[in-house]
T-cell receptor, first 114, second 115 residues
Framework: EAEVAQSPRYKITEKSQAVAFWCDPI?????LYWYRQILGQGPELLVQ????????DSQLPKDRFSAERLKGVDSTLKIQPAELGDSAMYLC????????????FGEGSWLTVV | AQTVTQSQPEMSVQEAETVTLSCTYD???????LFWYKQPPSRQMILVIR??????QNATENRFSVNFQKAAKSFSLKISDSQLGDAAMYFC????????????FGTGTRLTIIP
């Protein structure tokens, strides 16, 4: 069964350093999402792509976070500089274009900022 | 804006028994989808069940079923014959039928299965 691939699974970084996460959605899925999940809470959407275009980045802290999906396939989420409060799991997800389609999640990338 | 509320931070159930997890939501939309996702410890979020708001019939998937009350904006999940593998965080989620498909999650319910 096709899956959403994410790397790295775990990352420890020092405050003020840069960190990047990569996601490869299920083949054919036009919509890609990055969510942040703080321990004990539900995921919150950071950014949503439709193909290579951003359709929602209203919750993305743009002073330090950036996301791209240059060819409309895989995507990278970058944090620079990392802050202690960025410690969380970063989930990538994808879905087909059609409204109401199920959203499939990757295993997530755990970030610890020390 | 939509909100999803899960009022039970933790639940426990004896193995083989039945448990119901609660979820309420608030929206002005008339067409939408509701989901229950399961997130085992250190594992990925997987879909348990989905419900289309325009369908009156409650969705069922094997041991999992929902009680969808549209007027009350309630969407509870019933797990029958609970198994040890059901232990996980369960998240209720909402997405409008139209728009940019932003999925809104509740805060989750941690389900423990007692052997």
């Amino acid at each position: 069964e096709a899956e959403v691939a994410q790397s790295p699974r775990y990352k420890i970084t020092e405050k003020s350093q840069a960190v990047a996460f990569w996601c490869d959605p299920i083949s054919g899925h036009a919509t890609l999402y990055w969510y942040r999940q703080i321990l004990g809470q539900g995921p919150e959407l950071l950014v949503q792509f439709q193909d290579e275009s951003v359709v929602d980045d209203s919750q993305l802290p743009k002073d330090r976070f950036s996301a791209e999906r240059l060819k409309g396939v895989d995507s990278t989420l970058k944090i620079q500089p990392a802050e202690l409060g960025d410690s969380a799991m970063y989930l990538c997800a994808s879905s087909l274009r059609t409204s109401g389609n199920t959203i499939y999640f990757g295993e997530g990338s755990w970030l610890t900022v020390v | 804006a939509q909100t999803v509320t899960q009022s039970q931070p933790e639940m426990s159930v004896q193995e083989a028994e039945t448990v119901t997890l609660s979820c309420t939501y608030d929206t002005s939309e008339s067409d939408y989808y509701l989901f229950w996702y399961k997130q085992p410890p250190s594992r990925q979020m997987i879909l348990v069940i989905r419900q289309e708001a325009y369908k009156q019939q409650n969705a069922t998937e094997n041991r999992f079923s929902v009680n969808f009350q549209k007027a009350a904006k309630s969407f509870s999940l019933k797990i029958s014959d609970s198994q040890l593998g059901d232990a996980a965080m369960y998240f209720c989620a909402f997405v409008p039928y139209f728009g940019n498909e932003k999925l809104t999650f509740g805060t989750g319910t941690r389900l423990t299965i007692i052997p």
